[in-house]
């Protein structure tokens, strides 16, 4: 799509690092590094031991999630065949900035006005069209006890408000295909696709 191609080759976006202490808006607090302004995350020291390693005792930051985040993939039958509703989302460290998300990616701050995700979250709350809907741990060595709301939804075609811009329905077997290629889906779509029953 011309829109992803647009935004992988013309972002005008920069990296760059920074000291830790000239990050602003971010501060040392009890140990911890912490936005004073709200934020989805914060990182922690942690002193770790640990029996039948190799190394067996170590330092490491590790990020700690504010509150949980939702996760949710709407799919539903386009003439016939059963599609996923994905977004593209920009991606922190991401080598061209963006990869495709799953179609609700909130975190618990968020304070998006976005249509879709406003009709997720309704549909989530009546129960309607819910499929799968649990907490799941977050795996890996850098997060801190993280667990987040996965949530698979099913629907018409019809019930779906007008995609806007970003959203895309695609088939199982494209995802599929694309799971192989680095840096196009992201890790929480990655997570949801491995929910569905073959």
Known sequence: KKLINDLKMFSESAVS???????????????????????SFKVILCDITIEGREVTHWTQP????????????ICCEDNGILKFLVKVMPELGCF?????????QREAISQSTDLLE???????KLGTSVVFDHM???????????QNRNVLLRMNREEL???????FLLDYCTLNELT???????????????????
């Not at 799941?136 to 993280?146: D, K, N, P, Q, V």
């Not at 408000?161 to 959203?167: R, T, V």
């Open 62 to 73: 590790l990020i700690e999630a504010v509150g949980s985040a939702v996760f949710g993939l």
């Open 118 to 124: 406003q009709f997720f979250m309704e549909r989530l």
């Open 17 to 39: 690092l920074v000291p830790l202490y000239d990050l602003r808006d971010w501060s040392l607090q009890h140990g911890e590094l912490v936005c004073e302004s709200p934020s």
């Open 96 to 104: 061209d900035g963006i990869e495709l998300g799953p179609s609700i």
């Open 180 to 198: 192989q290629v680095n840096n196009v889906l992201n890790i929480q779509l990655r997570n949801l696709l491995s929910l569905l029953e073959a």
């Open 136 to 146: 799941l741990s977050e795996e890996g060595g850098r997060f801190y006890h993280e």
């Open 161 to 167: 408000p007008k995609l806007p811009e970003g959203y």
